[in-house]
C-alpha cells in the first residue's frame, strides 16, 4: 500500500468519514459491524440484501442517509430505497435507483419478487438484464424453455424479446433497461448464465480480477463487469472517461471517490456515475469486496 493511500485514509479517519466503511476491524474500528451476526451470513450476497442502515451512532438519528445526489453521480443507499408495485408485474415491488431523471440513458432497479409473482415485459425497443442477487427465479423463453436462475446467475434479454421470470417463494433482482442503440444487420442474442462460469480477464496495470458477463462483440451496446477487489486493493487509474456507470455493491466495503467527494461505501450501495466524472475505489475492511457494474460500450459517443 503506498505512502499517498496511507495518507488518504489516515485523513478520513480522522474526520470520521470512513467510520462506516471499515467498521469490520480495519482503518478505524471503533466503529460497530455493518451487520449483525446470524445463521444467513454465509450466503453469498446476504450483506447487500440485508446491510445495516446506518452506523450504530446515527441509527436513532431522524433524517439520517448516507444517500447523496449530485449533478455528476449519485450514492443511493438502502436506507433511502422507496418500492411500490412494479408497473407489468404481479406481486413484486420495485425501486427505481437510477433513472433518465439523473440524465442516465439507462434504468437500474431492484425487484423483489413474493411467492406466486411473475415479471411483466420491458418496454418496447428496450433490451434487458437481470442478475438474482438473493432467492432463485424460473426464466422462461417463447419457445417455452425453462431454466432456473440462482444466485449469482443472470440473463440477457434483446429487444422485443418475449419472455417471463416467475418466482415461487421469494427473490431479489437486481435489472437494467435502456433503449437499444442497434447497428445495422447486427444483432444479438439471449444469454442465461452465472458468474462463476465467466473467465478471469486480464487487466493490465490493474490488481483487481475481472469478468465480463455479456459478449464484447460489437453487437451488444453495453456490458456488465462483476469486479473483486482484496482488502487493501484499489484502482491505479483514476478514471475519466465518457462511459455512463450503473454499480451494485454486492460485498465488502470501501472508498469510493466520485468527482470531489469521498463516499464510505458497503454492500446493498448503488452508485450512479455520469459520462466525465472522476472516480476512484480502495477496498477496507477483511473481506474481498465484489460490485456488478454497467458499463455502456461499443458505441460512437457521437
Not at 152 to 180: G, K, M, Q, W
Not at 226 to 255: A, C, R, S, T, W
Amino acid at each position: 500500500m503506498n505512502q499517498a493511500f496511507l495518507i488518504i485514509l489516515t485523513t478520513l479517519c480522522i474526520s470520521g468519514l470512513i467510520k462506516l466503511a471499515v467498521a469490520e476491524g480495519g482503518f478505524c474500528s471503533a466503529a460497530s459491524s455493518i451487520i449483525d451476526s446470524g445463521s444467513n451470513t454465509n450466503q453469498l450476497y446476504w450483506k447487500a440484501t440485508n446491510p445495516t442502515l446506518s452506523p450504530s451512532h446515527l441509527q436513532d438519528l431522524p433524517g439520517f442517509t448516507r444517500s447523496v445526489y449530485k449533478r455528476d453521480h449519485a450514492l443511493i443507499t438502502p436506507e433511502s430505497h422507496v418500492f411500490s408495485p412494479l408497473p407489468e408485474w404481479t406481486l413484486t415491488s420495485g425501486a427505481y435507483l437510477i433513472t433518465p431523471a439523473m440524465g442516465s440513458h439507462f434504468v437500474m432497479y431492484l425487484a423483489k419478487m413474493q411467492e406466486n409473482s411473475m415479471s411483466g415485459l420491458p418496454p418496447y425497443d428496450a433490451e434487458r438484464f437481470i442478475f438474482v442477487v438473493q432467492g432463485a427465479v424460473t426464466f422462461s423463453n417463447i419457445s417455452g424453455i425453462n431454466q432456473k436462475l440462482m444466485v449469482d446467475s443472470y440473463a440477457y434479454l434483446p429487444r422485443n424479446f418475449h419472455h417471463s421470470i416467475r418466482c415461487d417463494a421469494s427473490a431479489t433482482l437486481v435489472v437494467f433497461e435502456r433503449r437499444c442503440s442497434s447497428l445495422e444487420n447486427l444483432y444479438t442474442e439471449q444469454i442465461v448464465g452465472s458468474t462463476d462460469q465467466q473467465p478471469l480477464l486480464e487487466t493490465p496495470g490493474e490488481v483487481f480480477q475481472l469478468r465480463k458477463l455479456i459478449p464484447t462483440s460489437i453487437s451488444y451496446d453495453f456490458n456488465i463487469h462483476i469486479m473483486d477487489f482484496e482488502p487493501g486493493e484499489y484502482l491505479n487509474v483514476k478514471e475519466v472517461h465518457y462511459n455512463q456507470h450503473g454499480l451494485l455493491l454486492l460485498e465488502g466495503q470501501g472508498i469510493y471517490r466520485l468527482g470531489d467527494h469521498w463516499y464510505p461505501v458497503q454492500a446493498g450501495d448503488v452508485i450512479w456515475m455520469a459520462p466525465f466524472v472522476p472516480q476512484w475505489y480502495a477496498a477496507l475492511g477483511k473481506t474481498r469486496t465484489r460490485y456488478l457494474l454497467y458499463k455502456d460500450v461499443n458505441r460512437n459517443p457521437l
